[in-house]
Nanobody, 111 residues
Framework: QVQLVESGGGLVQPGGSLRLSCAAS????????IKWYRRTPGGEREWVAT???????NYAAFVKGRFTISRDNAKKTAYLQMNSLKFEDTAVYYC?????WGQGTLVTVSS
């Protein structure tokens, strides 16, 4: 059974940066699209970014230019570099691979 484990969340001031990691178990990590989602304090789930097996990327408009998704297939890990963080980026961030989800990591942007 594949497991996804997110890490790297925390408290950061507006304008700051964090890098989230998503470590996967199991095989064939490199064959899958990896997505990041977030669930806001209001409960809404939002798609954030996707990286394809050949490292093509797509971003939600509200993070474009600020967030970067990447992957290291040898380490079976995906990343979400988040820069210029805003109050409204506060959320629990989840990584997703097919039907699998991680437990989430909380990002709080506050002064």
């Amino acid at each position: 059974q594949v497991q996804l484990v997110e890490s790297g969340g925390g408290l950061v001031q507006p304008g700051g940066s964090l890098r989230l990691s998503c470590a996967a178990s199991g095989n064939f990590f490199g064959d899958y699209h990896i997505k990041w989602y977030r669930r806001t304090p209001g409960g809404e789930r939002e798609w954030v970014a996707t990286i394809s097996p050949n490292r093509g990327t797509n971003y939600a408009a509200f993070v474009k230019g600020r967030f970067t998704i990447s992957r290291d297939n040898a380490k079976k890990t995906a990343y979400l570099q988040m820069n210029s963080l805003k109050f409204e980026d506060t959320a629990v961030y989840y990584c997703n691979r097919g039907a699998e989800w991680g437990q989430g990591t909380l990002v709080t942007v506050s002064s």
